[in-house]
C-alpha cells in the first residue's frame, strides 16, 4: 500500500463526495503481463482506453475500452502508476498492482450490472489487451 494508499483514499473522498450512500457493485479484475515494464504497461493501457496521450486531473476524457460502450467522465486522478475517471455512474480506477500486474479496480453505482459478467469481461479485455 505504499503506492497506493493516496489512490485508495482519493477514491474514497470521491465517493463521499460524488455518491454518498450509494451501493456499488465492484469490479476488481488483475492481469500480470509478463515481461513488460511500468512505462510499456502504461502505454499499452492508454492505447487500449483510446486515449491519445497522457492526461491530467480535470481532463474530461471518453474511454473505448473494445467490447464495452464509451465511458465517458473526468480524470479524477492521474499519476505515473494511476488513471481515475469518475463518470455519472461509477469511478473507473487503474493502475499497476503487485510489480508487475495491471489492477482495475471499479466501482458502478448502477442497478442494471451483473457483477460477475462485468468483471469477466473487464478480465477478457485486459488479457486480450496484453496478448
Same mark, same amino acid.
Do not use: C
Given at each position: 500500500m505504499?503506492?497506493?494508499? =493516496?489512490m485508495?483514499?482519493?477514491?474514497?473522498?470521491?465517493?463521499?463526495?460524488h455518491f454518498?450512500?450509494?451501493?456499488?457493485?465492484?469490479?476488481?479484475?488483475?492481469?500480470?503481463?509478463?515481461?513488460?515494464?511500468?512505462?510499456?504497461v502504461w502505454?499499452v493501457?492508454e492505447?487500449?482506453?483510446?486515449?491519445?496521450?497522457?492526461v491530467? +486531473?480535470? =481532463?474530461?476524457? +471518453?474511454?473505448?475500452?473494445?467490447?464495452f460502450?464509451?465511458?465517458?467522465g473526468?480524470? =479524477?486522478?492521474?499519476?505515473?502508476?494511476?488513471?481515475?475517471? +469518475?463518470?455519472?455512474?461509477?469511478?473507473? +480506477?487503474f493502475?499497476?498492482?503487485?510489480?508487475?500486474?495491471v489492477?482495475?479496480?471499479?466501482?458502478?453505482?448502477?442497478d =442494471?450490472v451483473?457483477p460477475?459478467?462485468?468483471?469477466q469481461?473487464?478480465?477478457?479485455?485486459?488479457?486480450?489487451?496484453?496478448?
Amino acid at each position: 500500500m505504499n503506492k497506493g494508499w =493516496d489512490m485508495y483514499l482519493h477514491t474514497l473522498d470521491q465517493y463521499l463526495t460524488h455518491f454518498p450512500g450509494q451501493l456499488a457493485v465492484v469490479v476488481y479484475p488483475v492481469h500480470a503481463p509478463e515481461g513488460l515494464g511500468l512505462a510499456t504497461v502504461w502505454t499499452v493501457l492508454e492505447r487500449g482506453l483510446g486515449l491519445a496521450g497522457p492526461v491530467s +486531473r480535470g =481532463d474530461n476524457v +471518453r474511454l473505448t475500452p473494445a467490447g464495452f460502450e464509451p465511458i465517458e467522465g473526468i480524470v =479524477d486522478h492521474a499519476s505515473p502508476d494511476f488513471l481515475g475517471v +469518475r463518470t455519472g455512474d461509477g469511478l473507473y +480506477r487503474f493502475s499497476e498492482g503487485v510489480p508487475g500486474t495491471v489492477m482495475l479496480a471499479h466501482h458502478l453505482f448502477t442497478d =442494471d450490472v451483473d457483477p460477475a459478467e462485468t468483471e469477466q469481461a473487464w478480465q477478457e479485455w485486459l488479457t486480450d489487451l496484453f496478448a
